[in-house]
């Protein structure tokens, strides 16, 4: 009776109150909210509470949510001893995904599986995580660490702990739509691995980490990262056409480009380009913008066709670089956010368990004689 879709694709594996995709519309709602108004209306903060409990929150809960978030920014001074001796050459996405496996080190029951005790750890993963990106970049330049500030809200205290002054409005606001529109995606992958891993009823450390692990990969979140490089290995405006060309004739895949789910174009990169656009002309990075521009009409012409259009990672890219954040942090900055969808999946999970065990097709031999090793 059972059926094999080799990488698990249109398996229906889990219920979400979260998310939900028109993959050939384009359309992209959490809680049933589109995610163009939520980029436009709402904050990291209020999008999580939404995503944790399906609802937005009143003014006094998200008061709450945000005072107990901020109670976690900072991390035990162990941990910043421990950044310290981090060899700098370590990516950022190995730091990470190590870190958080180690903040189960000063949990006293980091074990605790019931709802309520999932949702306090993952506040406070998500109120630390982005202290470890910081004070990890800081670090790593040989820069002092700077500590969190508790009046700043969830974008602005990470700008300001990574750059060591607090950013601008217009740039908090941009990073801060960076988060919501990353926040959460259905069963994307990593969002799996973190299911599949607390459905053993592991623990809460364990399914982020597996998470974080599963998003590096280049065919997922770490895809923003290889835009910029593409960016970056691309002179001229001029040189668009030739380049991509040269790559789709290889069957080379480019970054930033096509989806499992969507076949139009990603919502959140219709959101993302227009920040993009805003950014690259404030801060004098045109050039990036217009060839990304080009490379989204070569692609159109050349791929539309197989339903292949831009993703989250392709105006993403951009938006990071003219935010001033240095390419291996971009990768980060996705987890950072994910945090909130992972960590909402985790809590379903937990919700209604089932454990994930599926089953493999054996396509090997039967009745193979055991020959002994002399003999082979
Ligand atoms: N560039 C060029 N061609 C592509 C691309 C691309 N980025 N993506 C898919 N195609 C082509 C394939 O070569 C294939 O062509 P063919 O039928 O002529 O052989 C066709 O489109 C279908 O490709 P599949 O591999 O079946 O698509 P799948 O659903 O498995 O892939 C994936 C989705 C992995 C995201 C793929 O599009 C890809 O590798 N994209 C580049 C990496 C990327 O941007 N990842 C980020 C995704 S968003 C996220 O995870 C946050």
């Given at each position: ?21 028109d ?5 992209l ?11 436009q ?21 998200l008061?709450?949510?945000t ?34 496996s ?12 019931d709802?309520?005790?999932?949702r ?11 202290t ?5 970049d ?9 500590e ?44 799996f ?8 009823l ?19 979140g ?19 056409e030739?380049?991509i060309m ?26 993302l ?16 913008f ?5 490379i ?14 831009p ?33 909402g999946h ?12 599926p089953?493999?097709q ?12 002399q003999?082979?």
């Amino acid at each position: 009776m059972s059926t094999y879709a080799k990488g698990l694709e249109g398996i229906i594996a889990a219920e979400t109150n979260m998310s939900w995709i028109d993959g050939t519309k384009g359309i992209l709602e959490y809680v049933g909210i589109n995610i163009d108004e939520l980029a436009q209306k709402s904050t990291f903060e209020e999008t999580v509470y939404l995503l944790w409990n399906g609802k937005l929150p009143k003014i006094n809960e998200l008061d709450e949510f945000t005072r107990e978030l901020r109670s976690h920014y900072r991390i035990p001074d162990v941990m910043k001893e421990r950044i310290a001796r981090i060899p700098k050459e370590v990516e950022p996405m190995h730091m990470l995904r190590t870190l958080i496996s180690e903040l189960s080190f000063y949990d006293p029951n980091p074990n605790d599986n019931d709802v309520a005790s999932a949702r306090q750890k993952a506040i406070r993963v998500l109120g630390q995580a982005p202290t470890l990106v910081a004070a990890f970049d800081r670090s790593r330049k040989g820069l002092e660490l700077v500590e969190p500030d508790t009046e700043l809200g969830f974008s602005q205290n990470f700008l300001y702990m990574l750059n060591g002054k607090k950013p601008t409005d217009t740039m908090a606001k941009a990073f801060d739509i960076c988060m919501i529109t990353h926040a959460d995606h259905g069963l994307n992958n990593s969002t799996f691995a973190a299911r599949v891993v607390i459905s053993t009823l592991s623990d809460v450390y364990s399914a982020l980490t597996a998470a974080v692990g599963s998003l590096r990969g280049p065919l997922h979140g770490g895809a923003n990262e290889g835009v910029m490089k593409m960016l970056n290995e691309i002179p001229t405006i001029e040189d668009v056409e030739p380049y991509i060309m040269n790559k789709l004739k290889n069957k080379e895949r480019i970054m930033g480009f096509g989806h499992r789910v969507y076949k139009a174009k990603d919502p959140r990169a219709k959101e993302l380009q227009k920040l993009a656009k805003q950014l690259a002309e404030d801060t004098g990075n045109s050039d990036l913008f217009l060839k990304s521009k080009k490379i989204e009409e070569i692609m159109e012409r050349e791929v539309a066709s197989k339903g292949i259009y831009p993703n989250v990672d392709f105006y993403s890219a951009t938006t990071y670089h003219c935010i001033g954040l240095q390419l291996d942090l971009f990768t980060p900055m996705f987890a950072m956010s994910r945090l909130g969808g992972w960590s909402g999946h985790i809590i379903e999970q937990l919700s209604d368990n089932r454990l994930f065990r599926p089953k493999a097709q054996f396509v090997g031999e039967h009745n193979v004689p055991y020959i002994p090793i002399q003999e082979r």
